[in-house]
Each structure stands twice: as C-alpha cells, then as structure tokens.
C-alpha cells in the first residue's frame, strides 16, 4: 500500500509539473519512474491537443513519449530547452538535489543546463533537509575505470545490470558512492576534477522548482534568491 500512496504521489506532483508547459514549447524529459509520471500526464496533454515538441535524456523516456504520442527530436540538434521536467533521488530546502538511480545523470545535467526552467517532482520521501542520505552517482569512462575508482576511494561500487556491469545509454559505467557532503561544492568540484570522471548526480545549481507531493498534497518549492 506505502508503494501505491508513493506512486500517487508521484502522479499528483507530476501533474503539477506539466500543467507549466505551454504550446510550442521545447520540454525537456527526464529519466526514471518519476519522470515516467510526467511523460504519461504530458501525453495526456498532448492527446487533448496540446502541441510541443520533447528531447528525451534517455532512450527509455523517448520511447515512452513517442508511444504517448510526444513528438521527439534529437537534443544533437538543439541548443536551448524551455523547461526540463525530472525527478530526483534527494532534494534538500535551496533546490539542491542529488540524482542518477535511473542512470542518466549526465545527459540529464547536460539537458538541464540547456534549460530555461528545470523543475523537479518528487514524492514526499524524497524531500530531505541536508544532502548525504543517497548515494552520489558517478559516470566513469570504461577506459579509466580502476584508475577512477583508486581515486573515488573504498565506497565507490560499480552498478550491476542484468548481464553485468550496468552501461549507460553512452556505453560508460556509473559508480555508487558514498562521500562526505558537508561542502556540496567542493566535492563537485573535486569529481570534476578527476580524469575519466564525465559527470556525477550532484545538481547543485540546475534546478529552479521541485513539485512535492505527500499524502496526496502537492506543495512547491522555488529556489530562493540566495541560493542563485
């Protein structure tokens, strides 16, 4: 019952989310079963006549839209989003949110950097007050992958999928760790800062909004001032 009250609330905070597309809009879509929620509410938009166009951070998330009736372009091709639509792992007061479960952090941040608006959704579980509870995920270049994990340190595992190591839809491994996140900052710089790292799930400055739902109740955060 606890996953079907989740699932509902996901649902709740992403039809909040998606009631902020308009016509003609280019959306971003997420990846994970979250941003499922928006996809399927964002088709249900779609069929009533909504017209706008998606690029999808994951082949996962196009397929789905394309089977929603979301029309999808290749983000090759693009240079400006107008608002991205995702979930999150974690999400602390100031719009800081840590993501990767679903495994396309890089493409996601790439996406949401290209963004005019981001917007997260999430169910209550997901709303924390300090980051450091999930695991951060790292993308790592097969090439350098046991020089990155000597750095990364002890907590570092690699993803397993169904026939091995886990692959990212751009063929790289991501590694689970778990790291102190009393200066978010500093360790985003410091992943930043390794070669062979591509990208990690700390989004410190990507999101603008997150829709939150608990117990059916949708309640949205904005990114102070401050924190911009």
């Known amino acids: 019952m606890a996953d079907l009250n989740f699932d509902a609330d996901k649902r709740a905070a992403a ?5 902020e597309v308009r016509a003609d809009m280019l959306v971003g879509l997420g990846t994970g079963t979250t941003a499922a929620f928006a996809i399927r509410a964002l088709g249900e938009r779609v069929a009533a006549g909504l017209a706008i166009r ?3 951070t994951s082949q996962n998330s196009a397929a789905l839209a394309r089977e929603c009736g979301i029309a999808v372009i290749d983000f090759a091709d693009v240079a400006h989003v107008d608002l991205t639509i995702d979930g999150a792992d974690a999400i602390d007061p100031h719009c800081r949110a840590i993501k990767g479960a679903g495994g396309a952090m890089l493409r996601e941040k790439v996406v949401a950097t290209a963004s005019r608006r981001m917007i997260v959704i999430a169910d209550g579980s997901k709303q924390v007050q300090t980051l450091g509870t999930a695991r951060v995920p790292v993308e790592v270049l097969p090439f350098a992958r046991s020089s990155v994990l000597a750095v990364l340190g002890e907590s570092a595992t ?3 999928g169904t026939d091995g190591l886990y692959r990212t839809d751009s063929g790289n491994l991501i590694a689970d760790c778990r790291f102190d996140l009393s200066d978010l900052e500093a360790t985003a710089r410091w992943l930043e800062s390794i070669p062979g790292v591509l990208g990690h799930g700390l989004f410190l400055d990507e999101v603008d909004a997150a829709y939150i739902a608990t117990a059916g109740v949708v309640t ?9």
Do not use: C, F, T
């Open 15 to 19: 039809i909040a989310a998606v009631a």
């Open 158 to 160: 690699l993803r397993m």
């Open 54 to 56: 998606a690029v999808a």
């Open 220 to 228: 949205r955060l904005e990114r102070d001032a401050a924190s911009r």
